[in-house]
């Protein structure tokens, strides 16, 4: 797993979508969570992501800090 958690950081840190591939979904807040579903888009071949789901994105991480 260890291959395929630096492949994941490395893609959140390309989207500035960062997570950690270790922890579990249920200790994950609600932005983490939709972090994860982006980056599983993104893992997947998607070249882009709707401005909306960005914007939803960095809202949450906005009204976290």
């Known amino acids: 797993l260890a ?3 630096k492949a994941l950081r490395e893609l959140g840190a390309r989207y500035r979508l960062a ?3 270790e922890r ?3 200790e994950l807040s609600v932005g983490e969570k939709q972090r994860v ?3 599983k888009v993104l893992w997947r071949g998607a070249s882009r ?3 909306s ?3 939803q ?3 949450i991480d906005e009204l976290s800090r």
């Open 37 to 39: 579903e982006i980056l």
């Open 19 to 21: 997570i950690d591939p």
């Open 49 to 51: 992501i709707p401005h």
């Open 3 to 5: 291959p395929v958690s």
């Open 57 to 59: 994105v960095s809202g």
């Open 53 to 55: 789901v960005r914007r």
């Open 24 to 26: 579990r979904v249920s």
